[in-house]
């Protein structure tokens, strides 16, 4: 069972705070939010929050299953947590199993070079959950759209001094750090020169909106394509969905060698959120993650919390 846990908190999450706490029973794990590792000023409803839940879910269902059990799960409905209650079954392993290990953020620059199509066929047919969708962005203008909100979310965010505190406050900048921590995001995961923490916050800190948007846009123009999951409904349940459906997509481009990373600031500012919803040609469907993809190698990988820390009982 505690490997399973394991295998949970390997899910991506916002600023890779792993805002989890795992409660183990005789026949079952639940999954809390950890309301102490929430981000007020950039996920101001826990949306992201509940969506990082569900990446751990979806991890702990294929480990479940690979492990020899049956899961069922009952979503947060009518209380704040999830629960996977296990019965013996045959194992049944998957590549997406397999890949949980190396999926990553790969937050750097892009090779530029399409994902061949018989691979994108594969990403647009990762199973689906209630309500949630994925749209492919492959077309050169709606991909100068995406270059176009990403940057209007970097010049709002970064010139708001609370969402810039809580940035820093998640930033590790250094090895030492990061070791000691164990979560947030590390410097050297993104390309970025370790540096003692004096120096690297005054940098950050005195970081123009203009100059971040310029960084992101580059990274933007290296990569072939982006996706946004969206959402039929807002609330906890279909958060933890579109969690379960991005786990799923990102795994699946892990397994055929395609790098991704999240891009969210045109969702996570609300009122420019509106707007790329119909720029991007949405409809109805509200836009709950951005993510770009293309060909790179590896980078570092973030680190994670023992499963002694994240566990609430035995």
């Known amino acids: 069972m505690r490997e399973l846990v394991r295998y949970a908190s390997l899910a991506a999450s916002g600023h890779n705070t792993q805002p989890w706490r795992f409660a183990i029973t005789e026949d079952a794990i639940e999954i809390h939010p950890d309301l102490a590792r929430s981000l007020p000023a950039v996920d101001q409803d826990n949306r992201e929050l509940w969506i990082s839940l569900g990446c751990a879910l979806e991890n702990l269902l294929m480990a479940a299953r690979a492990a020899g059990y049956a899961p069922q799960v009952t979503y947060p409905d009518t209380a704040a947590l999830i629960q996977v209650r296990l019965t013996a079954d045959t194992p049944q392993g998957s590549p997406l199993f397999e890949a ?7 937050r750097s620059e892009y090779d530029g070079l399409p994902v061949k199509g018989a691979d994108l066929d594969q990403v647009q047919a990762v199973p689906l959950e209630p309500g949630i969708a994925l749209r492919l962005v492959t077309n050169p203008i709606e991909m100068n759209t995406v270059l176009e909100y990403v940057s209007h979310g970097n010049l709002r965010q970064f010139a708001d ?11 590790r900048f250094n090895q030492t750090e990061a070791l000691a921590s164990r979560d947030g995001l590390y410097s050297a995961c993104a390309g970025r020169p370790q540096v003692p923490r004096w120096l690297g916050r005054l940098v950050v800190a005195w970081t123009k909106p203009q100059r971040q948007a310029d960084a992101d846009a580059k990274k933007v123009r290296s990569s072939p394509g982006a996706v946004v999951v969206t959402s039929e409904l807002e609330g906890k349940t279909a958060w933890v969905r579109v969690g379960q459906v991005y786990e799923r997509m990102a795994l699946t481009m892990t397994s055929l060698n395609i790098r991704s990373a999240f891009l969210n600031q045109p969702i996570e500012v609300p009122d420019i959120r509106g707007q790329f919803q119909t720029a991007i040609g949405l409809g109805h469907a509200l836009p709950q993650l951005l993510l770009r993809f293309g060909y790179a190698e590896p980078m570092p990988r973030s680190l994670r919390r023992p499963v002694a820390e994240v566990l609430l009982s035995t």
Request: charged share 15%.
């Open 161 to 171: 001094r609370a969402f810039m505190a809580e940035l820093i406050s998640w930033l």
């Open 100 to 106: 949980i290990p190396t999926r990553q953020n790969t």
